[in-house]
């Protein structure tokens, strides 16, 4: 069975080298310093200037229209630790909450047996999908969702 397993592989593997193309991606240089020669500069914006104001003026919004700032938390990289080793109380480090958290979460077993570290992960998981944890960084409390 193994030397016919082998035997399908390399057949496989010969034939997507049979029909592969030589060189099928030519890079033309000529064209890309045509892009760059085109190109027109733009003027960098101080986004903290912008953000302690909090105000913005944008084409087609009304003047003094609000920004909502980013959380600088990756929301997806949030969820991934509290998969991993959320019930020692790590992604609520990693979230800017008080240094002690993790203690609460490992002498509570993962934070009530486990419940508080399941909420958070979903909670983190809905934040991530919408892309916006503001609510849930540098939050102080046990149960960070209330």
């Known amino acids: 069975m193994k030397k016919v397993l082998f035997l399908l592989a390399a057949v496989v593997a010969f034939s997507c080298n049979l029909f592969a193309e030589v060189d099928p991606y030519v890079v033309d240089d000529a064209a890309i310093d045509q ?59 990693y979230m800017g909450t008080s240094k002690l958290m993790w203690l609460w979460y490992t002498i509570t077993c993962g934070g009530i047996f486990g419940i508080v570290t399941t909420i958070d992960w979903v909670v983190l998981l809905i934040g991530a999908i919408k892309d916006d944890i503001r609510d849930y960084c540098n939050n102080d409390s046990f149960f960070m969702w209330l």
Do not use: Y
């Open 35 to 93: 892009v760059f020669a085109e190109a027109t500069e733009v003027a960098a914006v101080d986004f903290n200037a912008v953000l302690a104001d909090n105000q913005i003026l944008m084409p087609g919004m009304e003047n003094g229209a609000q920004l909502s700032a980013k959380s600088s938390v990756n929301a997806w990289a949030a969820w991934a630790i509290c998969w991993v080793v959320g019930g020692f109380g790590i992604h609520r480090h």
